[in-house]
Protein backbone atom coordinates (compact mmCIF):
# COMPACT_ATOMS: atom_id res chain seq x y z
CA UNK A 1 0.00 0.00 0.00
CA UNK A 2 1.07 3.45 -0.71
CA UNK A 3 2.39 5.65 2.60
CA UNK A 4 2.37 9.22 3.29
CA UNK A 5 4.91 12.55 2.42
CA UNK A 6 3.94 16.08 4.35
CA UNK A 7 3.33 18.55 2.34
CA UNK A 8 4.27 21.86 3.91
CA UNK A 9 1.70 23.91 1.87
CA UNK A 10 0.05 25.57 4.92
CA UNK A 11 2.98 25.51 7.21
CA UNK A 12 5.50 27.55 5.45
CA UNK A 13 3.70 30.94 5.14
CA UNK A 14 0.90 32.81 7.49
CA UNK A 15 -2.36 32.23 4.80
CA UNK A 16 -3.39 29.26 3.04
CA UNK A 17 -6.66 28.23 1.53
CA UNK A 18 -6.87 25.12 3.33
CA UNK A 19 -9.98 24.96 5.55
CA UNK A 20 -9.50 24.03 9.19
CA UNK A 21 -6.31 25.23 8.89
CA UNK A 22 -6.93 28.35 11.12
CA UNK A 23 -7.42 26.39 14.04
CA UNK A 24 -4.78 24.35 13.99
CA UNK A 25 -1.85 27.24 14.07
CA UNK A 26 -1.62 30.50 16.16
CA UNK A 27 -3.67 33.54 15.67
CA UNK A 28 -0.05 35.71 15.70
CA UNK A 29 1.71 33.99 12.83
CA UNK A 30 4.90 35.51 12.58
CA UNK A 31 7.98 34.03 10.69
CA UNK A 32 8.71 32.42 14.01
CA UNK A 33 5.49 31.55 15.16
CA UNK A 34 5.67 29.68 11.98
CA UNK A 35 8.50 27.99 12.27
CA UNK A 36 8.06 26.63 15.40
CA UNK A 37 4.74 24.98 14.12
CA UNK A 38 6.22 23.93 11.10
CA UNK A 39 8.77 21.51 12.80
CA UNK A 40 6.49 20.60 15.48
CA UNK A 41 4.66 18.63 12.09
CA UNK A 42 7.74 17.96 10.60
CA UNK A 43 8.92 16.05 14.10
CA UNK A 44 5.22 14.16 14.55
CA UNK A 45 5.67 13.16 10.90
CA UNK A 46 9.05 11.58 11.07
CA UNK A 47 8.14 10.40 14.84
CA UNK A 48 5.15 8.13 13.03
CA UNK A 49 7.49 6.71 10.12
CA UNK A 50 7.07 9.45 7.39
CA UNK A 51 9.77 9.61 5.75
CA UNK A 52 9.15 12.15 2.73
CA UNK A 53 8.70 16.04 2.49
CA UNK A 54 7.37 17.70 -0.03
CA UNK A 55 7.84 22.03 -0.44
CA UNK A 56 7.68 24.35 -3.02
CA UNK A 57 9.25 27.49 -3.89
CA UNK A 58 6.16 29.41 -3.58
CA UNK A 59 5.24 27.65 0.16
CA UNK A 60 6.34 31.07 1.62
CA UNK A 61 9.81 30.13 4.11
CA UNK A 62 8.70 26.44 3.99
CA UNK A 63 12.07 25.22 2.19
CA UNK A 64 14.00 27.34 4.51
CA UNK A 65 12.11 25.89 7.50
CA UNK A 66 12.90 22.08 6.37
CA UNK A 67 16.89 22.81 5.32
CA UNK A 68 16.32 24.14 9.27
CA UNK A 69 14.83 21.44 10.58
CA UNK A 70 16.87 19.06 8.87
CA UNK A 71 20.04 20.32 9.77
CA UNK A 72 18.71 20.38 13.36
CA UNK A 73 17.79 16.99 13.89
CA UNK A 74 20.04 15.65 11.89
CA UNK A 75 18.12 13.26 9.69
CA UNK A 76 19.64 11.25 6.72
CA UNK A 77 17.21 9.30 5.72
CA UNK A 78 14.04 11.81 4.43
CA UNK A 79 13.54 12.47 1.25
CA UNK A 80 12.54 15.54 -0.15
CA UNK A 81 10.75 16.96 -3.05
CA UNK A 82 10.17 20.39 -4.22
CA UNK A 83 8.68 22.86 -7.16
CA UNK A 84 8.92 25.91 -9.22
CA UNK A 85 7.39 27.37 -11.11
CA UNK A 86 5.34 29.92 -8.92
CA UNK A 87 6.51 32.59 -6.54
CA UNK A 88 4.95 33.81 -3.05
CA UNK A 89 4.20 37.50 -3.41
CA UNK A 90 2.30 38.06 -0.48
CA UNK A 91 5.16 39.27 1.88
CA UNK A 92 4.16 37.41 4.91
CA UNK A 93 0.41 39.50 4.71
CA UNK A 94 -2.50 37.14 5.21
CA UNK A 95 -4.60 39.99 3.42
CA UNK A 96 -2.75 40.41 0.25
CA UNK A 97 -4.74 40.40 -2.97
CA UNK A 98 -2.21 37.83 -4.74
CA UNK A 99 -0.31 35.03 -2.90
CA UNK A 100 1.29 33.62 -5.43
CA UNK A 101 2.20 34.15 -9.10
CA UNK A 102 3.12 31.15 -12.48
CA UNK A 103 5.81 31.65 -14.68
CA UNK A 104 7.11 28.67 -16.76
CA UNK A 105 10.18 30.43 -18.39
CA UNK A 106 13.74 29.61 -18.33
CA UNK A 107 14.76 32.65 -15.65
CA UNK A 108 12.20 31.60 -13.02
CA UNK A 109 13.56 27.88 -13.45
CA UNK A 110 17.05 29.15 -13.17
CA UNK A 111 16.19 30.82 -10.35
CA UNK A 112 14.36 29.37 -7.99
CA UNK A 113 16.56 25.88 -8.49
CA UNK A 114 19.09 27.82 -7.15
CA UNK A 115 17.13 29.04 -4.39
CA UNK A 116 16.20 25.26 -3.84
CA UNK A 117 20.07 24.43 -4.07
CA UNK A 118 21.29 27.23 -1.56
CA UNK A 119 18.78 25.57 0.73
CA UNK A 120 18.20 21.85 0.51
CA UNK A 121 21.37 21.32 -1.68
CA UNK A 122 21.75 17.64 -2.68
CA UNK A 123 18.86 16.63 -0.22
CA UNK A 124 16.13 16.98 -3.46
CA UNK A 125 15.73 14.11 -4.78
CA UNK A 126 12.36 15.10 -6.87
CA UNK A 127 11.94 18.41 -8.66
CA UNK A 128 8.81 19.13 -10.02
CA UNK A 129 7.02 21.90 -12.42
CA UNK A 130 4.15 23.42 -10.51
CA UNK A 131 1.01 23.02 -11.52
CA UNK A 132 1.94 22.31 -15.02
CA UNK A 133 -1.46 22.95 -17.49
CA UNK A 134 -1.55 21.08 -20.91
CA UNK A 135 -1.22 24.72 -22.90
CA UNK A 136 1.76 25.95 -20.45
CA UNK A 137 4.50 27.90 -22.47
CA UNK A 138 6.76 25.13 -21.03
CA UNK A 139 5.81 22.45 -24.06
CA UNK A 140 7.32 25.01 -27.01
CA UNK A 141 10.58 26.14 -24.98
CA UNK A 142 13.31 24.50 -26.33
CA UNK A 143 15.49 26.18 -23.88
CA UNK A 144 13.80 25.77 -21.23
CA UNK A 145 13.47 21.89 -21.83
CA UNK A 146 17.09 21.86 -22.26
CA UNK A 147 18.09 23.46 -18.67
CA UNK A 148 14.94 20.78 -17.17
CA UNK A 149 17.04 18.13 -18.88
CA UNK A 150 20.65 18.99 -17.91
CA UNK A 151 19.39 19.18 -14.20
CA UNK A 152 17.46 15.57 -14.91
CA UNK A 153 21.23 14.46 -16.67
CA UNK A 154 22.67 15.47 -13.12
CA UNK A 155 21.09 13.42 -10.93
CA UNK A 156 17.78 14.82 -9.77
CA UNK A 157 14.33 13.40 -10.89
CA UNK A 158 11.70 15.62 -12.65
CA UNK A 159 8.49 15.18 -12.17
CA UNK A 160 5.17 17.80 -13.00
CA UNK A 161 2.63 18.98 -10.56
CA UNK A 162 -1.20 19.49 -12.33
CA UNK A 163 -4.15 21.59 -11.03
CA UNK A 164 -7.50 22.02 -12.61
CA UNK A 165 -10.19 20.51 -14.33
CA UNK A 166 -8.13 19.61 -17.35
CA UNK A 167 -5.30 17.87 -15.15
CA UNK A 168 -5.40 14.19 -17.46
CA UNK A 169 -4.68 16.43 -20.32
CA UNK A 170 -1.51 18.13 -18.62
CA UNK A 171 -0.29 14.24 -17.61
CA UNK A 172 -1.05 12.82 -20.66
CA UNK A 173 0.95 15.45 -22.49
CA UNK A 174 3.60 15.75 -19.77
CA UNK A 175 4.78 12.38 -20.29
CA UNK A 176 5.16 12.55 -23.57
CA UNK A 177 8.02 14.79 -23.12
CA UNK A 178 11.43 14.05 -24.34
CA UNK A 179 14.64 15.38 -24.18
CA UNK A 180 17.66 13.97 -25.62
CA UNK A 181 15.82 10.77 -26.68
CA UNK A 182 14.31 10.30 -23.14
CA UNK A 183 11.43 10.83 -21.02
CA UNK A 184 11.69 14.11 -19.04
CA UNK A 185 9.46 14.05 -16.26
CA UNK A 186 9.03 10.52 -14.08
CA UNK A 187 6.75 11.48 -10.97
CA UNK A 188 3.68 13.66 -11.58
CA UNK A 189 1.63 15.34 -8.60
CA UNK A 190 -2.12 15.66 -8.67
CA UNK A 191 -5.20 16.58 -7.06
CA UNK A 192 -7.29 13.42 -6.57
CA UNK A 193 -10.29 12.59 -4.20
CA UNK A 194 -13.61 11.66 -4.02
CA UNK A 195 -15.23 14.64 -4.90
CA UNK A 196 -12.38 15.38 -7.78
CA UNK A 197 -11.26 11.95 -9.21
CA UNK A 198 -11.47 12.55 -13.01
CA UNK A 199 -7.65 12.88 -13.36
CA UNK A 200 -7.83 8.88 -12.09
CA UNK A 201 -7.44 7.16 -15.82
CA UNK A 202 -4.67 9.34 -16.45
CA UNK A 203 -2.76 8.73 -13.14
CA UNK A 204 -3.41 5.04 -14.06
CA UNK A 205 -1.92 5.73 -17.35
CA UNK A 206 1.15 7.08 -15.59
CA UNK A 207 1.64 4.87 -13.10
CA UNK A 208 1.83 1.67 -16.18
CA UNK A 209 4.48 3.60 -17.98
CA UNK A 210 6.82 3.54 -14.63
CA UNK A 211 6.25 6.99 -13.50
CA UNK A 212 5.77 7.54 -9.83
CA UNK A 213 2.46 8.93 -8.56
CA UNK A 214 2.07 11.40 -6.15
CA UNK A 215 -1.61 12.51 -4.79
CA UNK A 216 -2.57 15.61 -3.24
CA UNK A 217 -5.60 17.62 -1.92
CA UNK A 218 -6.95 14.51 -0.83
CA UNK A 219 -9.45 16.07 1.58
CA UNK A 220 -10.07 18.66 -0.76
CA UNK A 221 -8.49 21.50 0.79
CA UNK A 222 -10.40 20.34 4.06
CA UNK A 223 -14.00 20.34 2.88
CA UNK A 224 -14.19 16.57 3.05
CA UNK A 225 -12.70 17.06 6.58
CA UNK A 226 -14.91 20.12 7.85
CA UNK A 227 -18.23 19.36 6.23
CA UNK A 228 -18.03 16.18 4.76
CA UNK A 229 -20.69 14.31 2.99
CA UNK A 230 -22.70 11.90 4.91
CA UNK A 231 -21.55 9.08 2.98
CA UNK A 232 -18.05 9.93 4.64
CA UNK A 233 -19.69 11.02 8.54
CA UNK A 234 -20.89 7.15 8.31
CA UNK A 235 -18.03 5.10 6.78
CA UNK A 236 -15.85 7.14 9.70
CA UNK A 237 -18.12 6.14 12.41
CA UNK A 238 -18.10 2.77 11.17
CA UNK A 239 -14.14 2.14 11.39
CA UNK A 240 -13.88 4.36 14.12
CA UNK A 241 -12.05 7.43 12.30
CA UNK A 242 -12.42 10.93 11.79
CA UNK A 243 -13.50 11.99 8.30
CA UNK A 244 -10.06 13.04 6.97
CA UNK A 245 -9.21 9.38 7.59
CA UNK A 246 -11.41 8.18 5.49
CA UNK A 247 -11.00 10.80 2.48
CA UNK A 248 -6.95 9.38 2.74
CA UNK A 249 -8.05 5.86 2.89
CA UNK A 250 -9.73 6.12 -0.02
CA UNK A 251 -6.90 7.82 -2.24
CA UNK A 252 -4.85 5.06 -0.60
CA UNK A 253 -6.99 2.57 -1.92
CA UNK A 254 -6.45 3.44 -5.42
CA UNK A 255 -3.82 1.08 -7.30
CA UNK A 256 -2.13 3.38 -8.76
CA UNK A 257 -1.06 6.16 -6.28
CA UNK A 258 2.29 5.84 -4.87
CA UNK A 259 2.31 8.54 -2.17
CA UNK A 260 -0.35 9.96 -0.26
CA UNK A 261 0.41 13.84 0.29
CA UNK A 262 -1.35 15.04 3.92
CA UNK A 263 -1.05 18.84 4.38
CA UNK A 264 -1.69 18.46 7.97
CA UNK A 265 -0.93 21.51 9.42
CA UNK A 266 -0.86 20.36 13.37
CA UNK A 267 0.66 17.53 14.96
CA UNK A 268 -2.94 16.22 15.71
CA UNK A 269 -4.16 16.95 12.56
CA UNK A 270 -1.20 14.49 11.10
CA UNK A 271 -2.34 11.84 13.34
CA UNK A 272 -5.50 11.96 12.54
CA UNK A 273 -4.55 12.17 8.88
CA UNK A 274 -2.00 8.61 9.04
CA UNK A 275 -5.17 6.89 10.77
CA UNK A 276 -5.94 6.32 6.98
CA UNK A 277 -3.28 3.16 7.34
CA UNK A 278 -5.65 1.83 9.43
CA UNK A 279 -8.53 1.80 6.89
CA UNK A 280 -9.34 -0.57 4.12
CA UNK A 281 -11.64 0.69 1.31
CA UNK A 282 -12.67 -0.50 -1.84
CA UNK A 283 -11.21 1.83 -4.67
CA UNK A 284 -14.92 2.54 -5.87
CA UNK A 285 -16.54 3.07 -2.35
CA UNK A 286 -17.72 6.82 -2.78
CA UNK A 287 -17.60 7.30 -6.40
CA UNK A 288 -21.17 8.71 -6.02
CA UNK A 289 -19.20 11.74 -3.88
CA UNK A 290 -17.97 13.16 -7.35
CA UNK A 291 -18.53 16.40 -8.69
CA UNK A 292 -18.52 18.26 -12.18
CA UNK A 293 -14.67 19.04 -12.24
CA UNK A 294 -15.59 22.65 -13.56
CA UNK A 295 -17.67 23.04 -10.77
CA UNK A 296 -14.96 21.64 -8.00
CA UNK A 297 -12.63 23.81 -8.98
CA UNK A 298 -14.64 27.04 -9.14
CA UNK A 299 -15.29 26.21 -5.65
CA UNK A 300 -11.67 25.36 -4.92
CA UNK A 301 -10.83 28.93 -6.14
CA UNK A 302 -13.23 30.56 -4.32
CA UNK A 303 -11.70 29.56 -0.99
CA UNK A 304 -10.46 32.45 0.92
CA UNK A 305 -7.25 32.55 2.03
CA UNK A 306 -6.53 32.46 6.23
Not at 118 to 139: C, I, K, M, N, R
Request: net charge negative; proline share 5%.
Amino acid sequence: MPDFALGLAALGRPAYINLGRERALPEHRDVDAMRRACHAVLDAAYAAGVRRVDAARSYGRAEEFLAEWLADRGHRDVRVSSKWGYAYVADWRRDADTHEVKEHSLDRFTRQWRETESLLGAGVELYQVHSLTDDSPLFGDSELLAALGALRDSGVRLGLSTSGPRQGEAVRRGLEVEVAGRRLFDAVQSTWNVLEPSVGPALALAHEAGAEVLVKEGLANGRLAVDPPRRVRELAAEHGVGPDAIALAAVRAQPWVDVVLSGAASPDQLRANLAAREVELAPDAMAELAEPAERYWATRASLPWN
